[in-house]
C-alpha cells in the first residue's frame, strides 16, 4: 500500500478452530482517524478478526501490517501477527467491559500508564482529563462493582483511551445497554471519535448502530467479507441479497436483466440504471419499502395491488401489498392505505438495485457410487443416470432450488441439516440449508420454515443432474 | 407460625443435641473445678502449663509451616489445572482431589507403614509430609474454583493494557484469586492445629500437637482442663477466620466442594 495515510492493513487472514473455519481470505485496510465498524450476524467472523487485530489469537495465515513507531522516531509498517498483545499499541473496550474488580474507578483507568512508568503527577492529569471527557469525575473513588451498566461502559472506555493508543478496538461495547443507553451512547462515542482523532474499529451486529457511526462498514457473513462501503453505499448499493437483508428492511425478488437498463420483475418491465449484467440473464432485485410509491388511483401507475395489512410505526404506517403478479411486498409511507383497498405502485428507475445471483442452482460436490447413484452431502442419492463417468469418480450434482424438498423430521430425508438463513423473495422463501456434512445447499420453498430448524433432505432422482467435476472449483 | 417453618424443627433438634449442647458442655466443664464449684483455675493453669505452652506453640509453628507449603505447592497445582491451555481433561482435577475421598486415619497409617519400610526416622519431616499430604487438596480445590470461574477477560484485559504475562499475574489474577487463597488457608490451618492422628502415627507421639494434648487429657479423665484447652483452641480457631474472613461470601464461595 502506497497511501500512507492506512494505518492498518490486513491481507489474506484466515483462522480456523479445529474443523471449523471461522475466518476467510480477509483482506482490508484501515485509514488514519477512520470508525470503521464490523457488521454481521452472530458466529460471521467479526469478533474472531478483532481479537486478533489486538492480539488475543494468532492467525492461520495472512499478515496483519501495522503502522509502528520504531526507536527512531520513525514509523514503519510491520507484520504484527506474531507480537503479544502488551506491545501492539492499541487498547480495546471489552464487551463485558473486564474492569478490574479489585481496583476503584481511578486505579482502572491509572493500570496501563502505571505499567508504562508514567510519573505519578501525570497520571494524574490524564485520569482526571479522560474522567472529565466521560462524564465521570468526582466517580474516581468509586468501587467498579458499584457502577451501573453504563457509568461502567465510560470507565471501561476511559481505561482504553487514556493510553492514547494509535487504533481503539471497541467489541460490541453497547450490547449490554437497554436501548435509550445505547442510543446516547452511540452519540456521545461519535462525538468522543472526533475529538481525539483516534482510529476506531467497531464490533456490532446491529446494523441500525453501524449506520450511525460508520465512516466505513465491513459487513462479514460466514467468515467472508461480504461487501466494504460507506453506510449509504451499503444501504442503497448492497452488492448481494444477504447484506440487502441484512442493513435495513427490503424487498428481495427474482428478475431477469432483459437488456441494459430494462428489468423485469413482479411481472412487469422496469427502467433502471444498470448496465453491463447482459440481455435475459437472471437477477436479484432489491427495493426499500420506502422507495415504493404508493396511491389511491391506479391510472398513472406502474403495476397495482391490493393492501393486505397496514401497522401505523410511529412515523411511517408499514404496509403489506400483495401486487398484481401474486408477490408480497412490503412498503413504507406516511400515509396509511385502507386494507383491502387497490392501490397504484410506482418505482422510480434509480430505487432499483440489481444484484447478480450469486447462484442460479445448487451445484454440490459428489462421487459416483455406480450408474444411478451417487454420494454427496455425506449420503448415498439416486439420480438420473449418469454416462461416462466412471464409478469413484468425482462429480458434480446439479439441483434447481425448488426441486429440494424439506422434511419436518430428519429421519425423513435423504440427508439432514439445519436452516441456516432465510430471505424472503415476494412470493416464496429462499432458505439456505447447512447440511450435516457442513456443506450449504439452497431451497425454494412455500412452506414457512424457521431458523435453527431441523429438516430432513429429500430430492427425486431425475431431478439430481450430475455432471463430470470441473478442476475448477468456482 | 406457617407450617413451613415446622420443617425446620428436625434440623433445630439436630443443632441443639449435636452443636449447642457440646458447646454449653465445653464451657460448662471449663469452668468447672474438681470439686464441682465455678473456677477459672482449668484455664489459668494452661498459661502456667509449661508443657501445654510449649505444645501449643509447636501446633502453631506447624500448622504456619504446613498451610505454606501447601499454598506454595497448591497455587501453582490450582492454576495448571484451571487453566484450558495447560490441563485439557478433568480427570487429572479428580486426580488431585481423589485422596480427599478416602479417610485421613487411613491414609496417614499408610503413609507411617511406607516410611517404616522404607527405613525413615519419624520426626518433624514426616509430620510435615503427612500433614501436606493430607491438607493439600484442601488448599488445591477452593484456589482451583476460584481461577475456573475467573473471567478470562480480565487477564486480557491487563495484556490488553500493556501487562506482560508476568504483570497480568502479579497485578490481576494473584489479586483476583485472594478469596480462594484465604478460604484455602482457613482449610487447611485450622484443621492442622487440632489433628493429633497424624502426629500421632507419623512421630510415633515425639512431636505432641495441640490436638494430642487435648485427647490424652481426655483420655486420662481429665475432662475439666481438657475442655478448658478444646475452649482455648476454638478461640484461635475463631478469631484466625476472623481475621481472614474479611471477604466470607467468596471464602464461602471459594470452599464449596
Known sequence: MSDNNIIIDIEHLSKSFGDHQVLKDISLYIRKGEFVTLLGPSGCGKTTLLRMIAGFLQPDEGKIMMEWDSKGGKSEFLDVAKIPPHERPLNTVFQRYALFPHLDVYDNIAFGLKLKGVPKDEIDVRVRKVLKLVSMSDYEDRDVNSLSGGQQQRVAIARSIVNRPKVLLLDEPLAALDLKMRQDMQIELKEMHQKLGITFIYVTHDQAEALTLSDTIVVMNEGRIQQIGTPIDIYNEPVNSFVADFIGESNILNGTMIEDRKVRFLGHDFDCVDEGFGENVPVDVVIRPEDIYIMNKTEGAQFTGTVKSCTFKGVHYEMYVNTDSGNEIQIQDYNAFETGSTVGLIIRPDDIQVMRKERVENTVDCTVVDETHIEMLGEEFECKPVSGIAPGAPAKAHISFSKIDLMDHEEEGTASGEVWFILYKGDHYHLTVKTESGEFVYVDTQDIWDKGDLVGIRILPEDITVTEGDEQTK | ?257
Request: hydrophobic residues 55%; proline residues 4%; charged residues 10%.
Open chain 2, 1 to 257: 407460625m406457617s407450617k413451613r417453618s415446622n420443617w425446620a424443627v428436625p434440623y433445630l433438634i439436630f443443632l441443639v443435641i449435636f452443636v449447642a449442647l457440646p458447646l454449653i458442655l465445653i464451657v460448662v466443664y471449663a469452668f468447672q473445678g474438681q470439686d464441682g464449684g465455678f473456677t477459672f483455675k482449668n484455664v489459668t493453669n494452661f498459661f502456667t502449663d509449661g508443657d501445654a505452652l510449649n505444645t501449643f506453640a509447636v501446633s502453631i509453628e506447624v500448622a504456619i509451616e504446613n498451610t505454606l507449603i501447601c499454598l506454595l505447592l497448591g497455587y501453582p497445582a490450582a492454576y495448571i489445572l484451571a487453566n484450558k491451555d495447560l490441563n485439557k481433561s478433568a480427570v487429572t482435577v479428580i486426580l488431585f482431589i481423589l485422596p480427599m475421598w478416602i479417610n485421613a486415619l487411613m491414609r496417614t497409617l499408610a503413609t507411617a507403614e511406607l516410611f517404616n519400610v522404607l527405613g525413615f526416622s519419624l520426626g518433624k519431616g514426616t509430620l510435615l509430609f503427612g500433614l501436606v499430604y493430607d491438607y493439600l487438596p484442601f488448599m488445591i480445590y477452593p484456589i482451583y474454583n476460584v481461577l475456573l470461574k475467573m473471567d478470562t477477560s480480565y487477564a486480557e484485559a491487563a495484556a490488553d493494557l500493556g501487562a506482560t504475562p508476568v504483570q497480568v499475574f502479579g497485578k490481576v489474577t494473584l489479586p483476583l484469586s485472594m478469596p480462594g487463597i484465604s478460604s484455602g488457608i482457613l482449610m487447611v490451618f485450622m484443621p492442622t492445629v487440632s489433628t493429633f492422628a497424624i502426629s500421632e502415627f507419623l512421630t510415633n507421639n515425639k512431636i505432641k500437637l495441640f490436638g494430642t494434648i487435648i485427647q490424652e487429657n481426655i483420655n486420662s479423665s481429665m475432662w475439666n482442663y481438657g475442655a478448658a484447652l478444646s475452649l482455648i483452641m476454638l478461640l484461635i480457631i475463631g478469631l484466625t477466620t476472623l481475621l481472614l474472613g474479611g471477604d466470607k461470601e467468596n471464602a464461602v464461595e471459594g470452599g464449596t466442594v
